[in-house]
């Protein structure tokens, strides 16, 4: 008799690779762990690189909840170009020399978009506008305007600044930057916007994401290594990683599961999301404090 393949249930960490959507790894993904229920939580742009949190089984309702979790960055700006989709895929669609800007100037334009801003979301991004897609409108040369929406930058740094010449002969700045922030902040917006403030137009040019939450970029690992061994981390772990534990005894574990709403402690009010184990250490369920009883997000027990 053959052996029936079981897939675990828990989170990969995976390094997307430039040139791939998120869906593309998703797929992929669904070759090497052989199930249909992967899913990912945050998209990264085709040409970003770096940490993808995929779920597998029974960890995809987790990522509805991991998706809005703080994130991190390491990219390259260019100031002096603009292009039609803020970042290197994009045909250029203005040139200006920004071999003048200083260094004080840049670190003020980086300060006035610290912090909580609200930004644009670029055109060409997968935001719905009336059911739409953006980058649908966009590509059907459709005119329209999407609305700011508040986002939280809260770290944004750079490490280097460097003189380079773009292909079209013009004299450009590329910044090596780092960037952390909320989830829906988009980098290439930030590119732009600098760019913007300081009259020669950015766009973005490299994109590493470095974290997701909890999970860094050291527990990530290629398609390519996936293949060879596939790294899951257990859904229980994963959840203890992200989100608050709260720890029940065995009577109120049962009633739980049996969906009776327990009573929380103070502790948890106001915190978002709480994962709940049992005695043997099994996770239960991902839930939120609603006055004062627990409300089940997703049941895993």
């Not at 994009?90 to 980086?110: H, K, M, P, V």
């Not at 005119?143 to 002969?169: C, K, L, M, N, Q």
Request: hydrophobic share 40%.
């Amino acid at each position: 008799m053959t052996q029936k393949h079981t897939t675990p249930d828990g989170l990969v960490i995976v390094d997307k690779p430039s040139g791939f959507t998120s869906h593309d790894v998703v797929a992929k993904m669904r070759g090497i762990a052989r199930t249909r229920r992967v899913g990912h939580a945050g998209t990264l742009d085709p040409m970003a690189t770096g940490v993808l949190v995929l779920g597998v089984e029974k960890a995809t309702k987790l990522l509805g909840h991991l998706a809005l979790t703080e994130k991190e960055y390491l990219g390259t700006i260019r100031l002096g170009q603009n292009t039609l989709t803020d970042d290197a895929e994009g045909e250029i669609t203005s040139s200006a020399d920004a071999s003048r800007i200083t260094r004080d100037a840049i670190d003020a334009g980086i300060a006035r978009l610290t912090g909580d801003i609200m930004q644009v979301p670029s055109k060409v991004s997968a935001i719905k506008i009336n059911g739409v897609r953006s980058y649908k409108r966009a590509r059907e040369g459709e005119e329209f305007e999407i609305p700011a929406r508040p986002v939280t930058v809260s770290h944004f740094g750079v490490y280097d600044v460097r003189d380079a010449v773009a292909e079209d002969g013009t004299p450009v700045l590329d910044l090596v930057v780092s960037v952390v922030c909320s989830s829906g902040t988009y980098i290439r917006a930030l590119a732009r916007d600098l760019g913007a403030d300081l009259g020669v137009g950015g766009h973005l040019t490299a994109l590493r994401r470095t974290r997701v939450g909890p999970y860094k970029l050291d527990a990530a690992r290629t398609l390519d290594q996936l293949q060879q061994e596939l790294t899951v981390m257990p859904v229980a772990e994963a959840a203890a990683a992200a989100f608050p534990r709260w720890d029940v005894d065995a009577r109120r574990a049962k009633l739980l599961t049996n969906g009776v709403r327990l009573e929380m402690p103070e502790q948890y009010a106001g915190t978002g999301p709480v994962a709940v184990f049992d005695p043997e250490g099994r996770f239960l369920a991902l839930v939120e404090e609603q006055r004062g009883k627990a409300k089940s997000l997703a049941v895993f027990g």
